[in-house]
C-alpha cells in the first residue's frame, strides 16, 4: 500500500489553491483527493506491477470519487483503469494519458467504458506506437472535450532524414470533437497544413490553435483556418521549422512558413489578439503585412526574428495597429537599432504591461534610464544580455541607478529579469539600500532573475532577510517571458 500512496503523489499543481498532505497510513488519507498523478516518480517513468494496480483499482472508488484531474503512465492505461475512472470518478475533467515511453500497448479489445465528461485531453505520443486502435475505442466518449493537447516527439527527432510516422489519425479524431475552443499541437512531427485544415473544419468555436514546433507546417492552411474560426483569437506559429542550428547557447531555427502564403491572408478581417512568431524566419514585407493588418493585438512574441528592422517596426507604427498591444517580446531581434525602439516606448510605453527586450547588446544604460518612467505600467520586463553571448558587452552598466529607477516608476511590477553578469555590472556595498527600497515599493513584484554572481547573492540574501525566499533566481534555473500573460496559458499547460 505505501507504494501506492507513493505513486499517488501529485507532482504538478493545476488549480487546486491549497496543498494537500498525504500520510503513508490508510487512515490519514484524506477522502478529497481531487488531483492524482500516475505518471513519474522523481523525473522517471515510474514501473506499477500488477499487485499496485488492483490496489489502486480500489482506491479510484473507495478515496478517489472526487477525482477532477489524472495523469497517467502507460503502464496504468488499462481497460480496467479506464473502466473505474468512468464509473467511479463521475467529477473527472482533466486527462492525461502519456504513450511517449511505450514500448507496447495493453489490449483494449475489451474497453467498453470511458470518462466522458471530459474538458481538457492530453495524449502524450510514442515515436513508434500507433494508438488508432485504442482511440477507436474512446471517440465515442469524447464529444465533450473543450481542450485537446497532442504532444508529439520533435525533440527525439536526431535526424531530418529520420522517418516519421502518423501515430495518430487527426482527420478522424476530428470528426468527434466538435466542441473544441483550444488546440495544442506541440512539437507533433508530421503534423501538416492538411492535418490544421482538418481540424478547423469541424471546429467553429475554436478559439486557440498552437502549432509550436511542428516542422512541416507552412502556412498554406491560415486562409481557410481564419475563415472557418471566426472566434480564433490566439495563433502560435512559433517554430515552425525544419533545420536546427546553434547561435550562442539557444536555438535558432529557419523557418518554413511560406512569405507569400502569409501575404495573402486577409489579416484584418480575422480577430486575433495574440500571435506568436517566434523564430521564424518571416522576411520584412511579410512582417510588416502582418502587423499593421491586426488591430486587436495585444500580445505578441517576435523574438529572435532577424528581419525584425527599423522599416517593419515605423510601418507598425504608422498604421495604428499598436494600439491595443499591452504586452511585446522582442527578445534578440538583431536588426533593430536603439533609436527606433525609443520612439517606440516614447509613443506606447504607457500602454504596456509586458516588455522582453533582453539580448539587445546596443541597449545599454543610456536607453533603460531614459525609458523606464515611460513604462509606468509595467508588469513584467527583460533587459540585458546573457553571459558568453556575442558581441561581448564592454560598457559598465551601473544597476544601482537601475533599480532605483525602477523603483520609483514601476509600482506594479511582478517579474524582472537583468541578465548582464558580474563582469558588467558595477555595484557596492551600498546596492542594499536599493535594493531595499525595490523591495518596499514594488510590493507585487514576486521573480527577479539574475545572473549567478555576488549581486545576485546580494539581491537575494536581501530577500531572504525580509522572508521572502523564492523571490530571486538565476538565470541557470529560470528564463522571464509572455506566456503566461496570454489570456490561454492555463489551458495551453501540460506537463
Known sequence: MTAIYDMTRRVTMHDMNADMAY???ETDIPDFFTDSNQQYHHGKPQYVNPQCIDFFLQLIGSRFSELRIVELATDLITPSVLYELANKAPKLQYLTLDFSTAMQLHDFTDLQSFPSRLKSLTICLSENIFLEGFLRKVYTFISSVETLHIIGTYEKVEDEEEE???TVNVFKLKQFLPNLRVVNLWGVPFITDEHVD????NCAHLECLCVNYCPKVTGSCLKLVLQRCRKLKTLFLAHTSKFPKTKCENMFYTAELDNNIVKMVDWEKTRIEELDIKGTELNAEALISILTRLPHLRWLDASWLEN??????EAWQNSNAMGSLQFLNMDTCDSLNEQALVDMIKRHGHQFH???????????????????PQLRNIRVMVMGIAEDCCPKVVAKIHVDQFIDCIAQNCPRLTRLEVRWDDETLRFSDKSSKFIDVLRMKCLMLHSIVLSDGQYYELVRSNFERADRMSVVRTTEMCRTGLLHCSRYFNQLLFN
Open 23 to 25: 500520510d503513508e497510513s
Open 164 to 166: 516519421v510516422y502518423e
Open 198 to 201: 482538418a481540424i478547423s473544419s
Open 308 to 313: 525584425m528592422t527599423d522599416q517593419v517596426l
Open 354 to 372: 509586458g516588455l522582453c527586450l533582453g539580448g539587445q547588446h546596443k541597449l545599454l544604460e543610456y536607453f533603460w534610464m531614459n525609458m523606464i
